[in-house]
């Protein structure tokens, strides 16, 4: 063979190898993308059936299927009701299983047994006594409560699911969208950080916890994120890396809501990216560590049991289940489920100061900490509640009393605090384009409405 022979040989075989690393890099990178869409759809589809009793053909339609990635639409889908099992898959590449367990809500199989998840059952989380109807109706003008539920543009829907308005305490108004009611639980997003927040308050006040507490969790000994206090993580200032990125696959919330089936685990591991205290930054694994701390604080038979005996009870939130990960640890970022309701409710005991019924169920002035800008945050935060709408209520949007606060989650979930008016407003849905729902806007309606 000639030296040009065995040249062309070479860059041919090298041409091929790197061809063949190509396919395998797109083959990995197509297993990784296709198992997270499983996941959310397994996920998804297991905590709708079994936790808000929604029909599967609703939830294909509009969670997996409304503006969500093709992929989400291409998923094989397999319901084992009496074993209240889900499994999402794209034959021959990958699939995923989600598991419901009686109290904790549904969670992600993956690396463990379906055994062990089932052993984690609380069969008495939720409470069964359901709340004694003590609101009794208003007579508010329902237009703004309309107008929450128009598509002014077919192109950019806003979907709103529910609307729930309380006036010095008394039940005002609340319509629904078809396929949903007064009794529903629905999906509160980021609505969990803050009854998360409240969570915590009342350890505070029992005395597990304490707001400049360090050394918090036996994995950090012996490193910086030691140093980080509970203070620090309620204000979003713990420091450990992370990108809140709902759009990219890669982002550390998507890996830990879908490439995981330990959300707080995975939390806990992430590095110090800045000195803690040093840094403000929005983290929904911030959240999962605080579900890891309570964990620690309490120990696990009192942790198990701590929404119910700390909130759920009290507040008589029949529908409130806080679903837990496979480790049987809250997911305290994302995964609470609530009546339109039960959210009102958590809102009212907001704007109430912790106090419940003539009871103080947190401590003096936790709600003053809560809703005190946190430093680096720009005003627009507090410590798991924003003092601000951001986008929701974008610029030329209707002003707000400056004692206005606010629960937000994803896809448009609000409870919405305006003390000074003592009011609570509650809106739900699923809003996937930017700009389609003003909260600002709505609220300044209700408040016109109650002139």
């Known amino acids: 063979m ?8 070479i860059i041919l075989g090298l041409v091929a190898l790197a061809a063949l690393a190509g396919l395998y890099l797109a083959w990995r990178g197509l297993r990784r993308y296709a198992g997270m869409a499983c996941a959310f759809a397994a ?11 929604r029909p599967l053909a609703s939830l294909r339609a509009e969670e997996l299927g409304l503006n969500q990635p093709a992929a989400l639409g291409l998923c094989r889908i397999r319901v084992d009701p009496h074993r209240q099992l889900v499994r999402a898959s794209f034959p021959g590449i990958v699939a995923r299983r989600a598991a419901c367990r009686h109290g904790l809500g549904s969670a992600l199989v993956m690396e463990t047994s379906l055994q062990a998840l089932r052993a984690q059952a609380r069969p008495n989380n939720p409470p069964n006594n359901p709340p004694q109807d003590d609101w009794p109706s208003g007579a508010v003008n329902p237009q703004a409560l309309e107008h929450a539920f128009d598509e002014a543009d077919p192109a950019r829907p806003q979907r709103s699911r529910a609307a729930v308005v309380l006036h010095r305490g008394e039940l005002l108004a609340e319509r ?9 639980p629905q999906l509160g997003w980021s609505l969990s950080k803050t ?16 707001l400049d507490d360090g050394r918090l969790l036996p994995e950090w000994r012996g490193d910086e994120r030691s140093e980080i206090t509970l203070r620090q ?12 990125d ?17 959300t707080a685990r995975y939390a806990v591991a992430r590095p110090l990216a800045h000195a803690p205290g040093s840094h403000w930054c929005y983290s929904s694994g911030g959240s999962n560590v605080l579900s890891r701390v309570l964990q620690q604080a309490l120990g696990d038979e009192r942790y198990a049991d701590w929404p119910r005996r700390a909130l759920f009870a009290p507040l008589q939130l029949a529908s ?48 003053d900490f809560c809703t005190s800008p946190a430093p680096g945050s720009g005003g627009e935060y507090g410590a798991h509640l924003w003092l601000q709408l951001g986008d929701w209520g974008p610029r030329g949007s209707p002003p707000l009393p400056a004692d206005a606060f606010h629960a937000v989650g994803h896809e448009g979930q609000f409870i919405s605090v305006l003390p000074g008016d003592e009011l609570v407003v509650v809106r739900l849905g699923l809003t996937r384009y930017a700009g389609s729902w003003n909260q600002a806007a709505f609220i300044d309606r209700v408040r016109r409405d109650l002139r």
């Open 2 to 9: 000639s030296a040009a022979s065995a040249a062309i040989a």
């Open 43 to 53: 996920k998804t589809v297991c905590s709708g059936l079994f936790v808000a009793g």
């Open 176 to 184: 629904y969208a078809a396929g949903f009611g007064a009794d529903t």
């Open 195 to 210: 009854a998360l927040g409240l969570l915590i308050g009342a350890a505070v006040r029992q005395g597990y916890l304490a």
């Open 233 to 244: 993580l309620l204000q979003m200032r713990g420091g450990q890396a992370w990108a809140e």
């Open 246 to 262: 709902y759009g990219s696959s890669q982002s550390e919330v998507m890996q830990m809501l879908f490439a995981t089936a330990h």
């Open 320 to 367: 409130a289940v806080f679903e837990a990960d496979a480790d049987g640890l809250f997911t305290a970022s994302s995964y609470m489920y609530a009546s339109a309701r039960d959210w009102a409710r958590i809102g009212q005991f907001m704007l109430q100061d912790g106090v419940w019924r003539g009871e103080r169920l947190l401590p003096e002035g936790w709600m």
